[in-house]
Nanobody, 114 residues
Framework: QVQLVESGGGLVQPGGSLRLSCAAS????????MAWYRQAPGKQRELVAT???????NYADAVKGRFTISRDYAKNTVFLQMSSLKPEDTAIYSC????????WGQGTQVTVSS
C-alpha cells in the first residue's frame, strides 16, 4: 500500500518560515522523482518544485530563491523549506511521487497571514 503523508503545515506570519515533510512508504523511494504542488482557493493546482533521483531541482518562478526542495533517502522523505513567506503562498501543499505511475499525498494547509 503506497502512502505519501505530508506534515509541517500551519499558520505563519508574512516573512516567516515553514518546513514541510512528505514521508513515503510502499514505494522504492530511490526510483521516484518527487514534487511539491500547491492549490490556493479558487485557483488551479500549480507545480512548486521538483527533485529528481539524482538530486536535480527545479522551481516555479514565484518561489525561486525562497523555497528549497530536498530529499532524504534514509528516511524516504522529501522536504520543502519555505522562507520569506507571503500571503500569496497560502494554499494546500501536496507531494507527488512519479516513476512509472504517480502517487499523491493528501495535502497540508499552509496559511500566511498576520
Amino acid at each position: 500500500q503506497v502512502q505519501l503523508v505530508e506534515s509541517g503545515g500551519g499558520l505563519v506570519q508574512p516573512g516567516g518560515s515553514l518546513r514541510l515533510s512528505c514521508a513515503a512508504s510502499g514505494i522504492d523511494f530511490r526510483l521516484y522523482t518527487m514534487a511539491w504542488y500547491r492549490q490556493a482557493p479558487g485557483k488551479q493546482r500549480e507545480l512548486v518544485a521538483t527533485i529528481t533521483t539524482r538530486g536535480s531541482t527545479n522551481y516555479a518562478d514565484a518561489v525561486k530563491g525562497r523555497f528549497t526542495i530536498s530529499r532524504d533517502y534514509a528516511k524516504n522523505t522529501v522536504f520543502l523549506q519555505m522562507s520569506s513567506l507571503k500571503p500569496e503562498d497560502t494554499a494546500i501543499y501536496s507531494c507527488k511521487a512519479t516513476w512509472r505511475g504517480e502517487y499523491w499525498g493528501q495535502g497540508t494547509q499552509v496559511t500566511v497571514s498576520s
